[in-house]
Nanobody
Framework: QVQLMESGGGLVQVGGSLRLSCVVS????????MGWYRQAPGKQRELVAA???????NHADSVKGRFTISRDNAKNTLYLQMNNLKPEDTAVYYC???????????WGQGTQVTVSS
């Protein structure tokens, strides 16, 4: 059983920055794919950014150029650097980890990000 613990959320003004962290209870190198998702009130959960085992990344169009996903293998930690935050970025942000064989899917508890205008 893998546990994911997010931190780093909070209240920030428009244009500000936050860095989210997701600490993995095991080795991050064993995970096939990781991602950051977010869910705003009344909306579906959406993928914000993803990173695979090889280190390839993918960012949603709405955050390209502002958000960056990365990982620190030594600290077993996934990050999401968020710059130039906008009110529409307000949501609960979740960390996700996927193993492919056998398939397993894990989620963190979420961290609230609120951007005030």
């Amino acid at each position: 059983q893998v546990q994911l613990m997010e931190s780093g959320g909070g209240l920030v003004q428009v244009g500000g920055s936050l860095r989210l962290s997701c600490v993995v209870s095991g080795s991050i190198l064993n995970i096939d794919a990781m991602g950051w998702y977010r869910q705003a009130p009344g909306k579906q959960r959406e993928l914000v950014a993803a990173l695979n085992k090889k280190g390839n990344t993918n960012h949603a169009d709405s955050v390209k150029g502002r958000f960056t996903i990365s990982r620190d293998n030594a600290k077993n930690t996934l990050y999401l650097q968020m710059n130039n935050l906008k009110p529409e970025d307000t949501a609960v942000y979740y960390c996700n980890a996927e193993y492919y064989r056998p398939y397993a899917d894990y989620w963190g508890q979420g961290t609230q990000v609120t951007v005030s205008s």
